[in-house]
């Protein structure tokens, strides 16, 4: 078992040194390898024998979806999109925040638009790198697991996670970044439903046969992950390169009380997802003891993504509409 420093290397989750402390040194990299060392799987049991994931399967077919087809001559405004933001970002303006001694404290409109453009940059090319280590992480998926089922699903998700790096890699390089792409991100998320079920439906079965150190390990993993992303929810590249001090900047947004409802759409999908399977309260509700420290344990009882995602079928929506 490991202590939460061994984990995420300091004790205490909200220390900002050690926050900081992890950057990226080598920003001009192109190519950056990863050792994986897990066996690729053959099966060869060929019997589709896991209805649940059958049905994901074929949904995922079905709701395939091409890039091209989105509406790529829409204008975008990035700068109207700040500023409709603002509300958001105006740290100080109505005083929820106190900038007294900040680098925000003279900020005036100027600084903030440039801030609400940036950050919209920097949130884009978080999701199109993010959708880069699920398209990497799902070929192995395929690789690794040992049902022919699950197999089957995971090279959907392989297809799904390519097309997400590349809408989101042609929005970044065409509209030069610019508002949320609201049809984009319905099609996006409603795949992401897909792969959440994928996750729950097949974790369900194999961790009933953990032993409880497995089990643990799991645990362990899933708490790590969650404060990683949620340390990337501070933006520290942005401040950098808006050229003002990162550690003030950081401290100021971590005493935004709007920052729950960032963490919210984060935690609002794990938290109940891990307690469906049995995470949370294993090992002495270890998991449930660190999401409490996180602030996130209120989530529990959110829905898990198991069910839900056919209500969150967006394509197969919108081909209904048309044909009607
Ligand atoms: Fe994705």
Known sequence: MSSTEELIGRSEVDDIEAILAVSNTDVDEVIHA???NADAVFTWDYEQSRKPLQKLYEKAKTSQWNSNDLPWDTEVDQEKVALENQAQNGWGEDGRVDVVGTPFEHWGDKEWLAYGIEA?????????????????????IVETVPWIDAKYYASTQVMDEARHVEVFGRYLSEKLSGNYPIQLLRYVMSDEARHVAFGVLSLK??????????????????????VRMRDRFLQQEVWERMGIDVKAAVQ????????????AMLFSKI???CKKLGLLDAAD??????????????????????EEYA???EVAKDRSAVTA
Do not use: K
């Open 120 to 140: 919209q940059n920097w949130t884009l090319s978080q999701f199109m790198h993010g959708e880069q280590g699920a398209l990497i992480c799902t070929a192995q």
């Open 252 to 263: 100021v947004a971590m005493q935004d009380p709007d920052r729950p409802i960032f963490q």
């Open 285 to 306: 509700g270890w998991l449930r003891d660190r999401f409490t420290e996180l602030g996130v344990i209120q989530f529990e009882d959110w829905a898990d993504t198991g």
């Open 311 to 313: 209500q969150l079928d």
């Open 205 to 226: 079965e194999y961790y009933a046969e953990l032993s409880a150190p497995e089990i643990r390990e799991r645990q362990e993993f899933a708490f790590e992950a969650a």
């Open 34 to 36: 990863v050792r994986a």
């Open 271 to 273: 938290v109940p997802n």
